[in-house]
């Protein structure tokens, strides 16, 4: 019991609470020269098996140590870059570990810490002010506190931020890559979003514009952007005072495309009407029809028995200066209820939401309420994404020579 007591005392258990009556008891009695024989027995005995369990226990916590090392450097290494810091590799150790700034974040000095676990108790202390580099360090270390990638929060217009794509492998734009507008037109191609992918995307701050955005991506890129630096063929979407641009990366300067946000939208399902609204296509329960006159639809064109996308697609096709009306898209019910028939959907492009659920029925019913959900869903993408008009200039010229590339 004395051994055991003083093995167990040597790592930090404690169990005088059972063995000191216990040793109490047993030594009653016993002459000093007996007490001295077992002590003497005690103590070598407990000394030999604290060696030989110390040193199977750093057997053990040095085979450990290194998968827990590389998983805390897989897990902060990531978080130290959003933070804007390169691990200097040649010169850093598993105990010395040395951090230079990248040229974005306009830090100052190198950081150095003696393991990974100082970098871990660094990232606990917080105090990092700057929003942008706060959201992409929670973005790496909690990522399951953000539904949305930042590219999806700037398509949703959520804040000011902006995205850069490049075109991926094995896609038809590989035919142009690092190479001009001039060499698109000529060969009669087209720049479409989904031969493109989003390598990068950010808070946009306010003193960013293109320009700003070409030098951060190409000579001095951040220290979390892995692609390669920003070129001839890439594409830049901003969103700033909620609109939504596109432009590519031309020889000289920046070419807008104006379809090409709302074709990655589409490709991301927000706020498009894509396959998001199949269910309602084929829902034989609701069809839609379109009137140049809302409130007479007898005058002017009249279109029904649609699909919600076809019904938007008529819509937009009427011109105003021949309406008779303000325009509307309607519902059509075919539920066998008493509310069966046609009521008003979209009037003067803003969805007649309150007017619908007035009745209780409406209100209630899950095929129109499915179709409030997916008009007004329509109706917020377009008042973010701008219309360019067709004797808008859509180059963007500047004096900033694009360096040459090649493949």
Not at 310 to 338: N, Q, T, V, W
Request: charged content about 30%; hydrophobic content about 35%.
């Amino acid at each position: 019991e004395s051994v055991a007591y003083c093995v167990c005392c040597a790592f930090g258990l404690d169990t005088s609470e059972y063995s000191f009556p216990y040793i109490a008891n047993w030594s009653s009695g016993k002459d000093m020269k007996e007490l001295k024989s077992s002590m003497d027995l005690i103590r070598r005995t407990a000394g030999e098996m604290i060696d030989e369990l110390s040193a199977k226990m750093q057997e053990l916590l040095a085979e450990r140590g290194l998968p827990m090392k590389e998983e805390k450097k897989r897990k902060f290494l990531p978080a130290m870059e959003a933070a804007g810091y390169y691990l200097d590799e040649k010169s850093s150790t598993d105990d010395h570990l040395r951090f230079v700034p990248d040229g974005v974040h306009q830090l100052s000095g190198v950081l150095y810490a003696d393991s990974w676990d100082d970098v871990e108790s660094w990232f606990g202390q917080g105090g990092i002010d700057d929003q942008f580099t706060a959201e992409r360090i929670q973005r790496v270390l909690y990522p399951e506190r953000f539904e949305k990638s930042s590219e999806e929060m700037m398509y949703e217009d959520n804040g000011e931020r902006f995205s850069i794509y490049q075109i991926k492998e094995g896609s038809k734009a590989e035919q142009y890559r690092f190479l001009g507008m001039d060499y698109i037109n000529k060969e009669g191609l087209e720049v479409v979003a989904a031969d493109y992918e989003c390598v990068y995307s950010g808070i946009l701050l306010k003193s960013d514009d293109l320009e700003t955005l070409y030098s951060m991506f190409n000579d001095l890129p951040p220290a979390d952007f892995k692609a390669h630096s920003m070129s001839v063929s890439d594409v830049v979407v901003m969103n700033r005072n909620h609109e939504l641009r596109a432009y590519y990366v031309d020889q000289f300067g920046f070419t807008e495309l104006p379809a090409f946000a709302l074709e990655r939208k589409a490709e991301l399902g927000i706020g498009q009407l894509t396959e998001r609204v199949s269910h309602l296509d084929e829902d034989p329960n609701i069809r839609f029809y379109v009137a140049e006159c809302s409130e007479f639809p007898v005058l002017g064109e009249y279109h029904q028995d649609l699909s919600l996308q076809e019904a938007f697609r008529i819509y937009d096709s009427i011109p105003p200066e021949r309406m008779h009306g303000i325009k509307c898209i309607g519902f059509d019910l075919k539920d066998g209820s008493d509310y069966e028939g046609e009521f008003e959907l979209v009037s003067g492009n803003r969805v007649q939401k309150e007017t619908i659920n007035s009745i209780p029925y409406f209100r209630e019913n899950v095929h129109v309420q499915k179709a409030i959900a997916e008009a007004e869903k329509e109706l917020k993408a377009r008042e973010s994404v701008r219309t360019v008009p067709k004797n808008e200039n859509k180059e963007v010229k500047t004096t900033l020579k694009r360096r040459e590339e090649c493949l």
